[in-house]
């Protein structure tokens, strides 16, 4: 049961990414795959579909409906979600990534390997967008590359720049300390938002 549950998450966790870093079904073929028995909840908020029919071809939903209502060709990959919910993938809007490593809290935490491997458990849990707001060192912005260019596996980022803090603060480590870097920033921020 485990693994339906990560099969039908992980193709429809996909066609939301694909969707997200533009790749089209050309790129990815045009492969047919079928989910059926799931209970399909779109998030527009319409009525829930029981023992749905949710058909991919390529990187789009090609059609959903009740089981009988959707035809879809013999040679389609069809994955059995009886019992499972497919819903579009979560957004997280307030995260702080890299912070935390099991129960530690510090700047050493503020590497690679963590953040990704962060991502990648944010998808496992159904969430495909995350909102770094602030505290973002020079690696997120490499990150947030990578992850919109879908080159490493897990959640994509978005962020709200470095965030401010006081010098002595717990946070500081990863706010910018030189006056120049301070003041590109703020320069940067009033760029982007009018004041």
Sequence with gaps: MHVRISVCFLWFSLLFLSNAIGLSAAEEGSKIVVLTGAKVIDGAGHSPVENAVLIIQGDKVSAVGPFGSVDYPADAEVINCHSQTIIPGLISDHSHIGLVDG??????????????????????????????????GDLFYELRDEQHSGQSPGADIFGADRGVGAPSAMTSFIVPKLRKRRRQTFERWQLAIPI
């Excluded at 129960?103 to 050493?108: G, H």
């Excluded at 690679?112 to 707001?133: F, H, K, P």
């Design 103 to 136: 129960t530690s809290v510090k700047p050493e935490n503020y590497n690679r390997a963590n953040i990704l491997r962060q991502l990648r458990q944010y998808e496992a849990y159904g969430v495909t967008t995350v909102m770094a707001l602030g505290l973002n």
